[in-house]
Structure formats: structure tokens, C-alpha cells
């Protein structure tokens, strides 16, 4: 597994633009520059929520500790990470990218910022789906439902890991984190769109364990597991060449040769 894991995040390093060699706005393209490239990412990263239909196992894995329920911050939570939350962050994000994409003399910048929106959206829905199947898979039993060595009697009792409102939050962070350590010239409503998400990402790890839902491991499980999906999805994402201008006139001089692997030096 761990193999696996390290040739995915070397592919998409490779893939990856550095902030150097762009002229202009860091605008990310279609998924390995194509658009059928763009096609089989989104629908796959959709195909990933059938893991829903996975039979959930009921394991002897207990939670932490016992948590009594709160309804009152679970309802919070829902707001924060979530469905809920993800739509909000991303709404956020999407104007802060078209901001950044407009002071970046980007054409038509809100529409390109839907671009970077869907990058968003597939490794929330990458991130969910990925949950899900470890969720099935590990069984685990939630804090409010662990009590003296035993665990509840319906499949949401044993559903705790990961923390399936943390990831997709989490995954946005990630995919936002890739294009901030890409980005070129005022870097600001990037590092803020960063910083909403690493918010609602932290917010709701802490909402998720006080309502108890989850332990500290299934929330920190889901902030990893979130942050490493979106940083993969936006890194197979390479920068399209910019025809921006610069104030002080035309762009200057051809474009250097893209490097691999980084974003601030050349090997």
C-alpha cells in the first residue's frame, strides 16, 4: 500500500508546473492538459461515492473513549465539513480564486475560476468516496455509541473512520495548498481561499469529537487522508500557458522550459 501511495504522489509531481517557469497567472489546466484527460478524472472521482453501497462491517474496534452525544455541535459540524460545509468553503474559494485570476489580467476570470472550482469539487468527491470505503471496511464504533467494551446495534454506530464530514474539506485544503506553492504574482486571495478551508477543516475536526462522532484518530485520519487526495488531484493538473500582461507592457521574453517535481527551483 504505502508503495502505491508513494508512485501516486511521484506521478503527480511530474505533473506538476513550476511557479518559475509561468509567465502570468498560475491558471491550472485540464486534468494532464486534456480535456478527455479532465473527463475521465471527474468521472471517476463520482464513480469513487459508489463505495456507499459497500456493506458496512461491524468490527470490535472501540472508539477512544466514551462521549456523550451533543446534538447541538453536531449541527454545528454539519455547517462547518459536510456537504453543507463544502459547498460553503467552495463558494468562497471560487471567488477569491476569480479575484486573484482578475488581478492577474486573466480574460473572463470568474468563468476560468469554475476551472479551479471543479478541481475542487473532484477531490471532495475523491476524498468522500475514499472514506467511505475505509469506513465499510474498518468498522469502527463512535464515541456516543461506545459503552463498556461495546458498540451500538445499527451500521451508523460503526461507521467512525474516518471522519466522512472532515475529508472533503480537508481535500479542498489540499487542492488549494498545491495551487498556493504554484502561484505567481499577488498570491494573497489564494492564501486566503487556503486559509478558509485549513479553518473549516480544523473547526470541524474539533466539532466532530465534541459532539461525539469521533475520536481524535478518525478526525486526524480524515485531515490526512483529505489534505493528501486534493494536493494529488490539483498536482495532475499542470499550469496552461498564460498570454497575461504584465503592467509595464508585454510579456517578457519565451517562456522557459517547464521543470518537474517543483514548484520554486529547477533540478
Known sequence: MKYTVALACACALAWSTPAAAQVGAAAPDWAFGSPGGEVAVAAACAASLATY????????????????????????????GAAVGTLLVLGGGYALEG????????RHPF???????????????LSTGLSSMIKR?????????WRTDRCGDTDLDFDAFPSGHTTPVAAIAGARLNLALRTTGDAAPRLGALAIAEAATVVTMALRIGSGAHSWQDVGAGMILGHVTGFAIAAIHPIAPSKAQYAAGALPGPTPEPAAVTWSWTF
Open 53 to 80: 453501497l459497500i456493506p458496512q462491517r461491524r468490527s470490535a474496534w472501540g472508539a477512544a473513549e466514551s462521549v456523550e452525544r451533543n446534538e447541538t455541535i453536531g449541527r454545528a459540524s454539519d455547517i462547518t
Open 99 to 106: 479575484s486573484y485570476l482578475a488581478g492577474a489580467g486573466v
Open 111 to 125: 468563468s476560468r475560476a469554475l476551472r479551479t472550482s471543479l478541481i475542487e469539487a473532484e477531490a471532495a468527491a
Open 137 to 145: 471496511l474498518s468498522g469502527r464504533c463512535r464515541p456516543r455509541s
